[in-house]
């Protein structure tokens, strides 16, 4: 290679020269400055492009677990692309005003058995002053983030109004599909302790089904000259406590507020025909309970699972009484109703245990009944609200009038959806479910 014969030529000849000499020591000297300018200069444009990927591949991780219940694979990657170029476009990365910036490449694999989703990102990073000096041209920078969906420790009261109106126009078994997928969203998610409990209020009339607590109602109404107690036969099958049967509010201040039932019971709803049977002339017992009793019971605080079962169940009975309903949430959620509930684990805890939080999710879509059961209604969202209960509120199709003292009820616009149509009613839970869902970073 001459080029090479005639640089050892010159430096030969300029190193026999002090002159020469000199100039060596400032070409190496301004070498190695341009260089060190070159590479300071580009690594600070690397380590921007590197932390601003890494903020958007967490942010599409972040966006991806909360909607890894929602959407399949190819939707979550869309999703999780659009985050990502919009967290990571128009980052200033120190280069040329006419440079564009560069593109990102993304990667997903969810894990739904785990509630994770792992996010990889990369991108080719161009040099400025290290390709003039010829040194080399792109910079690859990349990034991995696996983010976990949590279910939050919480008990929520699911108000779901199960009237005959709201069942004969369909939106009641739109309500109750879509709360289904909320409760399962909760379902796929992480839990570490005992995750979200479920609670199911059915808004109908004041008559509520609280089977199979017969030891509830008040002192000597319950029947027990009934079989196996005394020779005949039944219409229903097993325990009567099992069937369905009602209690009514009870009077003065224990039927507007939380009072367990072991100091005020309930009144019972239950009536019973015995008629002789032909064959053997023993009687034979039959439930013939008004048709104000619905058949379907409340449901304490439950795993997701026990919970889309009674969703499933639900079906319309009588007027709405959003009022008596809002005092049955109050009640699922009362520590003073640990031992009534008795379920498994102990539940509700306390208002003020700091490891979980309390909720209650309303929908309505009818009129309040009266202006008695309006401030009965308000009067207990208020005194939820004080104990640090968490209201949402679903209006579907509410008449104006009731949406007013919905959204008081919630207590905070953000906490209030108003919503016309089957798509922006699931839309709501689904904004709710991603709202409360936690996610986290494993091994962070």
């Known amino acids: 290679m001459t080029w090479l014969r005639d640089i050892a030529k010159l430096l030969r000849h300029l190193s026999g020269d002090e002159r020469g000499a000199a100039f060596l020591v400032f070409a190496f000297g301004l070498f190695l400055t341009l260089g060190g300018m070159a590479l300071a200069f580009d690594l600070t444009r690397f380590f921007s492009a590197k932390a601003r990927l890494s903020f958007a591949v967490e942010m599409a991780a972040v966006a991806a677990a909360q909607n890894l219940p929602f959407l399949e694979e190819e939707e979550l990657l869309t999703l999780a692309r659009d985050i990502a170029a919009a967290n990571f476009d128009g980052a200033a990365f120190f280069s040329y005003a006419t440079d564009a910036p560069p593109a990102i490449s993304l990667g997903l694999l969810p894990n739904e058995t785990g509630a994770e989703i792992t996010v990889t990102g ?103 000259n009934i079989p196996p107690q005394i020779p005949g036969t039944t219409e229903w099958e097993g325990d009567l406590a099992e069937d369905r049967w009602c209690v ?24 019973l025909t015995s008629t002789p049977d032909p064959g053997t002339g023993l009687p034979h017992f039959e439930n013939v309970t008004t048709a104000s009793c619905r058949a379907d019971r409340i449901l ?55 490891a979980v939080s309390k909720a209650v999710l309303l929908v309505a879509g009818s009129n309040l009944a009266d202006a008695v ?17 968490v209201i949402y509120v679903v209006d579907y199709l509410a008449p104006a009038a009731s949406s007013s003292a919905l959204q008081q009820c919630g207590g905070a616009a953000a906490h209030y959806f108003r919503t016309e149509t089957d798509l922006a009613m699931r839309e709501a839970f689904f904004s709710l479910a991603k709202f409360l869902t936690i996610v986290r970073f494993p091994g962070a």
């Open 300 to 354: 304490p605080l439950s795993d997701p699972a026990a919970t889309v079962a009674a969703l499933s169940g639900l079906s319309g009975n009588g007027v709405a009484t959003h009022g008596r309903a809002m005092i049955w949430a109050e009640r699922s959620l009362s520590p003073g109703w640990r031992e009534a509930w008795n379920v498994s684990p102990p539940h509700p805890v306390e208002y003020d245990d700091a």
């Open 373 to 389: 059961e309006e401030a009965r209604f308000l009067t207990t969202c208020t005194r939820l609200r004080e104990q640090g209960v």
């Open 248 to 271: 009514s509010p009870r009077a003065g201040s224990a039927g507007e507020d939380d009072t367990p039932p072991d100091l005020a019971p309930f009144p019972l709803v239950l009536s």
């Open 122 to 224: 990369e991108t080719l990073v161009p040099t400025t002053l290290l390709r003039a000096l010829q040194f080399f041209d792109d910079v690859t920078v990349s990034s991995m983030v696996t983010a976990r969906a949590e279910q939050p420790e919480m008990e929520l009261a699911l108000v779901i109004e199960a009237s005959e109106a709201f069942a004969a126009d369909g939106r009641l078994q739109e309500v109750a599909l879509a709360a289904a997928d909320f409760v399962n969203a909760f379902g796929t998610a992480y839990s570490s302790g005992d995750g979200a409990r479920f609670a199911v209020v059915p808004v109908g009339n004041e008559f509520v089904n609280i089977a199979p607590h017969d030891d509830w109602v008040m002192e000597g109404v319950w029947p027990i």
